[in-house]
C-alpha cells in the first residue's frame, strides 16, 4: 500500500490518502467521498461503451484500504452509488457481504436517489448530516465558506476538487486535491470514473495534491 501523509488537525490524527480518502485514527474512521459507484452501468445501460471492470477497481481498492487499516467505521459522504438502480449493485452487494461487521455510513448526496431501503437492507445507516467530534460530515459544501456552520467544522464532498499546478516552461496539470480552509475541508473523489474541477484557494488554505503513491502539501 502506498504511504499516507500524516495531518494533525483539530487535535485529531488524520492521514491523507493516495487512494484519495481520509484515516482518522480516533475514531478508526476511514472517509471517502464521490465514489459514484453505478456510473459506469449508467453509462453503459445509455449505449455509451465503458470499461466494466473500473467499478471493481473501486471496490478493490476500499477492500485494500479496509484490510490495512481495519477501520471500525466506514464514512461515505455522498454520492456513492451515481443514479438508479443497475447491474452494478449486484457488485456492491457482494463486496459488502465480505464486511459485515464494519460500520458504514452514507451522508446523502445529491446522486444518492435510490430506495433508503436498498442501503438499510445492507446495514448501512443514512444521514443527511453527522456530528462526530471536532467535525460536521456534509456533502455539500458550505454556501459561504466565511460562515462557520453550526456543529463543528465541516468535512464534505461534491466538488471534485482539484489544484492547477503550472510548471516553468508552462505546461500545467491537475491533481485532485484535499482542501482545508478555514470552516471546511473538501475531499477528492474517490471514483476513478469521475472528475476534477481546479479550486481557488486563499492564503490560509491547507491544500495537499494527490500523486499516485502520496500525497503532497502545495504552496
Known sequence: MSAGTPFQFLDQDLLLLP??????????ALLAADVHFGKVGHFRKAGIAIPRNMEQDDLAVLSDLIHEYHPEKLI???DLFHSDMNNDWDWFVLWRSQFPRLQIVLIKGNHDIISD???????ITLYKELIMGPFLMLHHPLPDPEVKAEGGYVLCGHIHPGVSLVGRGRQSVTLPCFAFGKNQAILPSFGKFTGKVAILSRKADKVFGVLKDKVIAIG
Open 19 to 28: 487512494q484519495k480518502a481520509i484515516y482518522w485514527q480516533q475514531e478508526k
Open 76 to 78: 461515505f459522504l455522498g
Open 117 to 123: 431501503k436498498h442501503y438499510t437492507d445492507l446495514g
